[in-house]
């Protein structure tokens, strides 16, 4: 990508002195160019979480996302293997938990572990478990370092603006101070296992730190409704809610306001539903189970639900405030 807006904090050009890193262009559908900047780095470790990563998205997109997501994971293997770098490479492969497709008929009942079956529900899911598995598959037949971590959602204030976590803080935070009247979602009753990307990634790191390659679990273990999300995020802000209808037809309105700065009009609508955010096959619940990671790596998450989204929450207040600040 050429917005390099999430890394100008830390970027410093190529052109100076020691800089931190340096930017190459990639793609992942072009096997040259991958095996190009596998020659040039020499990297001691690779961190593939290149993806086409929107579940929705990928039903409209299921040829490209293949492309990137299983046979992207494939040409940086390959690359590895056919440079020789076997032996000094690692690759850390981002699996998901989208792999476990949360029937609710499973066995597991929405709890995973790295003994779980997998059920992939969308091209997305489908597409990373041939990652996964091409990954291991590496690993067994050429000896390689190569690790999957399954993780669960990983969200942070610098998360896509489309999925659900930051669509909805930074809805609220519009609301809030009267930039945006209501947010529309889809499906409020599924239930994902919310953590924060800062404690994912240095468990991303701890993994390829780790005396044997192996798959690992990435979660907290606490499931969450998209309802809950909603209504932590407006509590942020001292702003009550309750939902009335069902289905198609639900809504919610507020109830109270406990903040001076953030006081709306008592029964203002601020949700609805619209059919287009549902998915043509729907994962219930996503839960996982992560001892594995705590037993053997010693890894803690150091947020809760409700530090990750207080935090997103009072980014995306700051981000508007700014924003309309400088127009
Ligand atoms: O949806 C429901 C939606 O798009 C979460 C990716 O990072 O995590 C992410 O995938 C849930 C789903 O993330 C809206 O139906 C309701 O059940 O935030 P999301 P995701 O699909 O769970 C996994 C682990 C990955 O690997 C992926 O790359 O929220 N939902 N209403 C909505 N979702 C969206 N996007 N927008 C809505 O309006």
Redesign the pocket.
């Known amino acids: 990508s050429l917005n390099t807006q999430r890394i100008d904090h830390i970027y410093e050009s190529p052109q100076i002195k020691n800089p931190k890193f340096i930017l190459h262009y990639g793609d992942l559908t072009d096997s040259m160019n991958i095996t190009k900047i596998i020659q040039q780095c020499k990297p001691d470790e690779i961190y593939n979480l290149g ?1 086409m ?4 998205v990928s039903f409209d997109t299921p040829e490209y996302t293949a492309q990137v997501n299983a046979l992207g994971t494939l040409r940086i293997l390959e690359a590895v293997k056919l440079l020789g770098l076997e032996k000094k490479t690692k690759i850390y492969q ?1 699996s ?3 792999l476990y497709g949360g029937m609710s008929e499973n066995k597991n009942k929405g709890c995973y572990n790295e003994s779980s079956e997998f059920y992939p529900r ?1 091209p ?2 489908v597409a ?1 478990l041939y990652g996964f598995w091409i990954t291991k598959n590496y690993r067994e037949a050429y000896n390689m370092f190569v690790c999957n971590g399954i ?5 942070s204030s610098r998360r896509g603006e ?6 909805i803080t930074r809805a609220v935070a519009q609301i809030a101070l009267g930039i945006k009247d209501k ?6 009753d ?3 296992d919310w953590g924060h990307a800062k404690d994912y990634v240095r468990m991303m790191w701890m993994i390829l730190q780790s005396e044997h390659a192996d798959d690992w679990v990435i979660a907290t273990g606490v499931g969450k409704t ?1 309802r809950d999300f909603l209504v932590n995020a407006f509590l942020v802000l001292g702003i009550h809610i309750k939902f009335e209808g069902s289905g198609l037809d639900e809504k919610a309105y507020v109830t109270h306001c406990t903040k001076d700065e953030y006081k709306l009009e008592i029964g203002k609508e601020v949700l609805s539903i ?1 059919p287009n ?3 043509p096959s ?3 619940t ?1 839960i996982g189970d992560p001892t594995k990671a705590k037993e053997k790596l010693g890894w803690f998450p150091k947020y809760s639900f409700e530090s990750l989204i207080k935090e997103m929450v009072i980014s995306d207040v700051k981000l508007f405030k700014d924003h309309y600040r400088a127009v």
């Open positions: 993806a990563s929107h579940v929705k981002a998901t938990s989208e969308s997305y899911g990373k993780l669960f959602n990983h969200e489309t999925f659900v976590t930051r669509k947010i529309y979602l889809g499906n409020l599924a239930k994902r998209v619209d955010y549902f998915r729907e994962v219930d996503l």
